[in-house]
């Protein structure tokens, strides 16, 4: 089980294209080695271009098996297709 420590909140930036928009948040999951390593993996499968901006994994405890993985994700998005998928 991961649990995830922030809410998503998604702040917006223009681009030097102005047909696309970005999409920035930053969060952090708590969980073991294999649902961190498999929550990476389902990033990496989202359709569209999804940039992982930042990647910090660190140990919660001295001999305890949870991580914290602090990310920094952006998402892009064509002018007037955001909740239509990304590019």
Excluded at 58 to 64: F, H, Y
Aim: proline residues 3%; glycine residues 10%.
């Amino acid at each position: 089980q991961l649990i995830v420590e922030d809410s998503l909140v998604f702040s917006s930036e223009k681009t030097k294209m102005p047909s696309l928009v970005k999409y920035h948040t930053q969060f952090s999951v708590n969980g073991d080695y294999g649902k961190i390593k498999g929550f990476i993996s389902d990033l990496q499968n989202v359709p569209g271009l999804l940039f992982l901006e930042s990647v910090k994994i660190v140990r919660i405890a001295d001999n305890e098996p949870l991580l914290k993985l602090s990310l920094g994700i952006s998402l892009f998005f064509r002018t007037g297709s955001v909740g239509q998928g990304a590019v």
